[in-house]
């Protein structure tokens, strides 16, 4: 093989990996709302809002998810989590823990005033909690959280 | 003298007869249970026989299956020594031998109640689907026929294509009877409020020779377009008469029955029970019944002493 011959491969090749980058494109996304990986089992979508949250240019779709955790007469108890979505990007920004509550509570407040939603969620401690022998009269610690994330970390 | 004690041991005679004859007025009543993935049915059974047992009308024994995922080939109750039986069973389908049995008993004339739950399983006993009319989830779509229920007062049999069974979370619901005259509902307050249950739609089956008696409006699913879900109703099976009830939710988590509490679940449960088994009810209209906007329970599952 001659340095010519060797020199129409590379230019052909060099070719070929420019026609093939016309038509390359980014990966498709299959989803719209969110990514099913965010979706944990046996959870399903409960509400979402959108808002422009502390600390974060960008508006995002606050998520939560939430799977029933125990019906008693005159309260039901749920497990839940949030996930917080770019709402341009569609970047999963943050996905919340679970938590046990009473309640299924999407409570995003502008507390400051500062023209920026905190994300708040109310819940049991440890998802700790005791009923007396009818299922009445729940007690537990409750907490009250200011959930903070951080896109940089 | 003489005379005297003569009469003594007539009367004494007389109230000697009268005992057993009052013990075989009591029904025989089988509650077959014994498996269930999502219900505490030891806790559903225990109630379902305070209620029949604390009305002086029913004397009940309970067959109890195999444990779930186990062999239940050899399960094989004496439906035929019963005059009613009670299923509260949402388990693996029955052997064909016990199939047979109580398809024979239905066909001549026996008495069958079906539980909430027990609406769902054995979708692949073409008779079972039949006896219940209507049924749940376990593959249950338009193959087993349409969907049922009242729309604008008028009776819909819905044959569109779709999947059986739907329920949001437990809530109290009011319960409004479109029977009033059959003997089961007669005297019974028309609306009444319901304690806090699981309430079962979309229910579809053979819907033959059955009577809706009482229907609900799911105001809880947002695709429900003025649908009245049936609560209770009655199917001719041969001879045999059945009563449905899909209220009586208790849940696997906690042995909470509250469902099973509400008075209305209860005096509705004997009357249809004392219905399936003789044709007719000889219970009163109980005072605690609860109304439209009220709810009543009976925690002991037995009629307070004020009741009558």
């Excluded at chain 1, 011959?5 to 090749?13: E, G, I, K, N, P």
């Excluded at chain 1, 990996?17 to 016309?22: C, L, N, P, R, V």
């Excluded at chain 2, 109640?113 to 989830?137: C, F, Q, R």
Aim: charged residues 25%.
């Amino acid at each position: 093989m001659t340095f010519k011959h060797v020199f129409y491969l590379f230019a052909f090749l060099c070719l070929t990996k420019t026609t093939h980058a016309q038509y390359q494109t980014s990966e498709a996304r299959t989803w719209n709302a969110y990514p099913p990986s965010v979706v944990k089992s046996g959870y399903g979508f409960n509400q979402s809002k959108v808002v422009l949250m502390e600390g974060d240019a960008e508006d995002v779709e606050v998520i939560l998810f939430s799977r029933d955790a125990g019906h008693y007469p005159y309260f039901d108890l749920f497990r839940s989590y949030y996930v917080i979505i770019g709402y341009y990007s569609k970047e999963v920004k943050y996905t919340s823990s679970e938590i046990l509550s009473d309640k299924r509570e999407l409570i995003l407040e502008d507390r400051n005033k500062d023209g920026c939603f905190e994300l708040y969620r109310r819940y049991l401690k440890d998802g700790q909690f005791t009923v007396d022998e009818n299922g009445n009269n729940l007690r537990g610690h409750w907490v009250y959280d200011r959930i903070e994330f951080n896109k940089s970390k | 003298m003489k005379l005297k004690y003569i009469g003594l041991l007539f009367v004494g005679l007389f109230f000697l007869q009268l005992l057993p004859a009052a013990a075989q007025q009591k029904l025989k009543a089988l509650i077959v249970t014994g498996q269930d993935g999502n219900h505490w049915w030891k806790g559903s059974t225990d109630a379902i026989q305070k209620i029949l047992e604390n009305s002086d009308r029913f004397k009940v024994e309970v067959a109890v299956t195999p444990p779930l995922g186990q062999d239940i080939s050899s399960f094989r109750p004496t439906f035929k020594s019963f005059d009613l039986v009670v299923v509260n069973y949402g388990g693996t389908t029955w052997p064909k031998d016990t199939q047979r049995d109580m398809e024979q008993y239905m066909e001549a004339g026996g008495a069958l109640v079906v539980i909430h739950s027990a609406i769902v399983p054995m979708a692949d006993w073409p008779e079972y689907n039949k006896m219940t009319a209507l049924g749940a989830w376990d593959g249950r779509d338009e193959r087993v026929g349409p969907y049922v229920y009242y729309k604008h007062d008028r009776l819909v049999y819905d044959y569109s294509p779709g999947s059986a069974g739907h329920h949001g979370l437990q809530h109290p619901f009011t319960v409004c009877h479109k029977k009033i005259e059959h003997p089961i509902l007669k005297g019974l307050p028309p609306l009444w409020s319901h304690f806090k249950d699981e309430l079962y739609t979309r229910l579809r089956g053979p819907a033959q020779h059955m009577e809706v008696l009482a229907t609900t409006i799911d105001d809880t699913d947002a695709r429900n377009d003025g649908r009245e879900d049936p609560l209770m109703w009655t199917v001719n099976y041969g001879k045999g008469r059945v009563f449905v009830t899909v209220m009586g939710h208790v849940g696997n988590d906690p042995e909470l029955r509250y469902a099973m509490e509400c008075t209305g679940f209860q005096v509705t449960l004997l009357r249809g029970c004392e219905w399936a088994a003789t044709g007719q009810v000889t219970q009163p209209v109980p005072k605690d019944f609860p109304s439209d906007g009220i709810q009543t329970f009976r925690k002991e599952f037995k009629a307070p002493f004020n009741a009558k």
